[in-house]
């Protein structure tokens, strides 16, 4: 699937680094990015991130993401998530893949120890509510927290929220108004999206892979940049993809040439491998 750079944003949005200079500058930017890496660089760069939708139990998280990923929806039919359920969607955008994993976490509470290891490492998270019931979305400020909490250590500053209303389809007894007020002190995107109708399910997963392709790549090109200076620090030239690759496991340690690494004599090999 390819990631559609759509950048209008609904809701509060945040403003996004690369994109600055509109698609154009952004595509411009990526293909520059892949123009740099050598081909052995290119066969092993991963870039996958991880959302994780957590919300109340019965708001509609595993209905949203089965309208996502199997475009169907069965009528009071879902069974409430035992522990966990997680998904990858693959996006590709001007040649480089991007791997969205979306983990669907449970509401009762008897499941949650087994959903706070999975927070760990999200770099976005969707907070799901049911817009015919308003407790629901008082709680999803605890939810999003907890998410937080776990990784506040490592990227908060990344993290990014998206803030959803579940069953658009029915009646609503959350004003708009209401679930602005939250998304806005959430700093979250808010979106309204019915699993039954199908509305905004896509356009939602799109997003969150849009901006999390965006900040995989900012990480991406930065790690890059790194090793770059190491590189160009310890004077190693590189000669051909192999030497790329030794040379990018060794970290940096200045090897020009496998051919010049000269093996330990056989005799002190073998006491050494004891
Ligand atoms: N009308 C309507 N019903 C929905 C929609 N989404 C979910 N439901 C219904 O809401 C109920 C709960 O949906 P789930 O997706 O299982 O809820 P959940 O949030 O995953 O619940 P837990 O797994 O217990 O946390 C089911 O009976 C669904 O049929 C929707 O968009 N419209
Ligand atoms: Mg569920």
């Not at 693959?90 to 893949?97: C, D, F, P, Q, V």
């Not at 990227?155 to 389809?169: A, M, P, Q, T, Y």
């Not at 901006?211 to 051909?240: G, H, I, Y």
């Amino acid at each position: 699937m390819a990631i559609p750079l759509n950048y209008v944003t609904p809701g509060t949005g945040r403003d996004l680094s690369l994109h600055k200079t509109g698609e154009e500058g952004f595509r411009k930017a990526v293909e520059d990015f892949t123009a740099s890496l050598s081909s052995y660089d290119r066969r092993y760069l991963q870039l996958e991130e991880k959302v994780v939708i957590v919300g109340d139990t019965q708001v509609g998280k595993s209905c949203l993401l089965q309208r996502f990923t199997k475009n169907s929806f069965t009528d009071n039919s879902a069974l409430p998530t035992i522990g966990l359920d997680f998904v990858k969607q693959l996006y590709t955008y001007a040649g480089l893949s991007f791997t969205l994993s979306i983990w669907d976490t449970a509401g009762q509470e008897r499941h949650q120890s087994a959903c706070t290891n999975v927070y760990r490492g999200a770099l976005a998270c969707i907070g799901a509510f049911d817009l015919g019931m308003p407790m629901t979305l008082a709680h999803v400020k605890q939810w999003v927290a907890k998410v937080r909490k776990e990784n506040e250590k490592t990227h908060i500053n990344e993290f990014c929220i998206f803030l959803v209303g579940c069953k658009e389809d029915m009646y609503h007894t959350v004003s708009d108004t209401q679930a602005q007020n939250v998304a806005a002190e959430l700093k979250a995107e808010y979106f309204e999206v019915s699993a039954k109708s199908g509305l905004n399910v896509k356009a939602l997963f799109d997003r969150v892979a849009c901006v999390l392709f965006e900040r995989a790549l900012v990480r991406q090109m930065d790690e890059w940049k790194k090793v770059n200076e190491q590189k160009k620090e310890n004077n190693v030239k590189l000669t051909s993809e192999e030497d790329v690759g030794d040379e990018f496991l060794l970290g940096g340690k200045g090897i020009q040439n496998w051919k010049d690494v000269k093996k330990p004599p056989r005799r002190w090999r073998c006491c050494w491998m004891g």
